[in-house]
């Protein structure tokens, strides 16, 4: 999973890599990995040691994308997208084999960051055909089939709305 | 003997004088709005009365409803609080009237105190030094001239009728003088359609220093120090402390005599406080007296060790005060934090809505004074103090940096509050230097800093939080299960 926090430069990953039993687990965040110990865990929040430090933690309002939390006091807003290319190209339609769709949809509304293709390119199953931008994140959109580009709906720095074609794929 | 007391008020003000009153075992009223069924004075009181709806007009302000319950409940005094009838004097001849013990100033002299330029007159005549400017109002551009060059430019052009920043203009020489004098009247007469001018000194990097004073019905009357409040916005206070970093036993004496003589001068009983603006130089000059229980008063009963509610019923009773000047001695130092339900980067709108959890900072001399509880509503009819937060240190940095633990400690779920706007600017080198002045936020850049120091917040805690959310994504996929009910032993060591 992919996270990006609000007014923080860095972006993270992070995974259990690890279950050690007895509520503990290993976590890897970046390249590093600790040891977490979970105290209480509910939804509306938990108490664990990271690292050997203690924190406190209350789950706010949180959506699929979107999780807001308090942490030691400390309000955090993350975005995340979990493997949110992939869920996204599936929604295209591109987990389905032999499809006849003519229309590449967006599944999100964003901003369109950049165009890979022009009509008439070929391409395949996946290939990148544009970037938008949604909630501070990237996202490509890729092919949901290989084909040619009949046409391109959409114009770098306009914007998308969730369901909108993106381009027509023959 | 005072018996039964009716507090006129709400939030942690009624809870402050109720907490007094039953250590005492005297009984206790409280009144409420329907916004307030579920507040905590209510539940605190020996009774409570409904009085309305939740516009403080309706209810808190509703003199003829206070009466009434006063009357029917048999109470014998009532406490006004601050704010709502405080400095109502015709509330206070009301009770008067009706035989009914006002916890505060005779009416007569509330109202000498509620009359600015009455009350400057006063001052003048005890020798109490004002802030220089016109004796009352100017009649004319040639008289503000005269009076300007007199006592030297900057000068202030006020409409007594003003406020809030209208009918206000600084002018710095002759010419400015006399189109400002235009404006400001043009300005009154279209607000209120009559326009009366004074003119004031423009004092800058001022202070906002006050005086605690306590007078008895036989006219013994003593200061309880100072309380410097210069960390303001928008002319409010925001943090408190005692003593000024500027004042020492020296000017203490000098001010707390004239302080003294102000209280004389409109024949003031019970608790007041005398406020002065100390200017650059070090002069201090009178503005005007709150003829009521101030919000701050915490910080100078940690350094007195007095119960201020207790001597208010004393001195409401009729007995004498029990001290004389120099038995007073302030022992060490406090702070008081206004924590506010508002958001600072919106220009400190207010912030209201249920707060469904509260951790109440604790510790060795932190005092907290506060309606919160988990569950509670914070109203958007009132005003957006929630809580005082208090510290007390043999030293100022013992005070400070009680006051930066209990900051962190605080926690208020679903309101936006000032806690990040003071732990940021009692963390300044400023601050810690005693370098105040009303216009610290500005002068110093303090919600620039608070930007920073939020934004170094998030970093420092982005692992953890990451942690969290993975946590929490993994537990709903049911991928962790939630067997930390058993895991006691851990628990039991944190709690």
């Not at chain 1, 997208?81 to 190209?89: A, C, G």
């Not at chain 2, 007009?57 to 405080?86: C, R, T, W």
């Not at chain 2, 102000?262 to 005007?288: H, K, P």
């Not at chain 2, 957006?384 to 930066?404: H, N, V």
Request: proline share 3%.
């Amino acid at each position: 999973m992919d996270y990006k926090i609000e007014d923080v430069e860095t972006a993270f990953t992070g995974e259990i890599t690890e279950n050690l039993g007895n509520n503990e687990y290993v976590i890897k965040i970046n390249d590093n990995e600790y040891q977490i110990k979970l105290l209480t865990l509910d939804s509306k929040g938990i108490e664990f040691i990271l690292d050997q430090k203690y924190h406190k933690v209350k789950y706010l309002d949180n959506t699929t994308n979107q999780m807001n939390l308090v942490i030691d006091n400390v309000p955090i807003t993350l975005n995340m997208h979990s493997k949110f290319d992939e869920i996204v190209y599936k929604n295209s339609g591109g987990a389905v084999a032999g499809n006849e769709q003519l229309a590449l949809k967006s599944q999100i509304p964003g901003k369109v960051v950049s165009i890979a293709v022009t009509e008439g390119d070929s391409v395949k199953q996946g290939d990148v055909v544009c970037t938008l931008e949604s909630m501070k994140m990237q996202v490509a959109v890729k092919s949901h089939k290989d084909g040619s580009i009949k046409s391109i709906k959409i114009k770098q720095g306009g914007s998308v709305a969730k369901g909108d074609i993106i381009a027509e794929i023959e | 003997m005072i018996e039964k007391v009716l507090i006129a008020n709400r939030g942690e003000i009624a809870l402050r004088v109720i907490r007094t009153c039953k250590r005492l075992g005297i009984k206790t009223v409280a009144v409420y709005s329907d916004e307030d069924y579920n507040s905590l004075h209510v539940k605190k009181a020996t009774e409570a009365y409904h009085i309305g709806e939740a516009a403080p007009v309706k209810s808190y302000l509703n003199q003829e409803k206070i009466l009434d319950v006063m009357l029917s409940s048999g109470a014998d005094a009532v406490h006004p609080g601050y704010g709502f009838l405080s400095e109502n004097d015709d509330f206070a001849r009301l009770c008067e009237k009706n035989k009914i013990n006002f916890i505060g100033p005779s009416a007569d002299s509330m109202n000498l105190c509620g009359d600015k330029m009455r009350c400057k007159d006063a001052m003048l005549k005890a020798k109490v030094p004002t802030v220089p400017g016109s004796p009352g109002l100017v009649k004319d551009v040639e008289e503000a001239l005269s009076i300007a060059n007199n006592i030297s430019y900057p000068v202030l052009l006020k409409s007594v009728y003003g406020g809030g920043g209208r009918g206000i203009r600084l002018v710095t020489n002759d010419k400015e003088l006399r189109e400002g004098f235009e404006t400001v009247t043009s300005e009154s007469i279209s607000a209120v359609g009559k326009s009366a001018i004074i003119v004031e000194k423009f004092l800058e990097k001022t202070r906002h220093i006050e005086y605690q004073m306590a007078r008895d019905k036989h006219g013994n009357a003593v200061h309880l120090f100072e309380r410097e409040c210069s960390i303001q916005r928008r002319n409010q206070k925001l943090i408190e402390q005692t003593p000024s970093p500027v004042v020492d036993q020296k000017t203490r004496d000098k001010i707390g005599e004239l302080v003294v003589k102000a209280s004389e001068a409109v024949d003031y009983t019970n608790l007041g406080t005398a406020e002065f603006l100390r200017s650059d130089d070090g002069e201090f000059y009178f503005i005007e007296i709150n003829a009521r229980l101030q919000v701050e008063h915490p910080i100078s009963e940690l350094v007195s060790g007095l119960d201020f509610v207790k001597l208010q019923l004393d001195i409401a009773n009729g007995e004498p005060l029990p001290f004389k000047q120099k038995d007073l001695k302030m022992n060490g130092y406090a702070i008081e934090c206004r924590i506010n339900a508002e958001d600072t980067f919106l220009d400190f709108a207010p912030s209201t809505g249920p707060v469904p959890d509260v951790t109440i900072p604790s510790g060795p001399s932190v005092r907290c004074d506060t309606y919160l509880y988990p569950g509670c509503t914070v109203s958007p009819f009132y005003d957006s103090l929630m809580a005082k937060l208090c510290t007390w240190g043999q030293t100022f940095e013992e005070s400070r940096t009680r006051m930066l633990n209990a900051l962190n400690d605080f926690y208020i779920q679903g309101v936006e509050t000032s806690i990040p706007l003071y732990k940021t600017i009692l963390n300044t080198k400023q601050y810690k230097n005693g370098e105040l002045s009303t216009d610290f936020l500005k002068r110093f850049n303090i919600i620039e800093k608070l930007k920073e120091d939020l934004k170094e917040e998030k970093t420092e805690k982005s692992e953890s939080a990451v942690a969290a959310a993975v946590i929490y994504s993994e537990y709903f996929k049911s991928r962790i299960q939630n067997s930390t009910q058993n895991n006691s032993t851990w628990k039991n060591k944190l709690d």
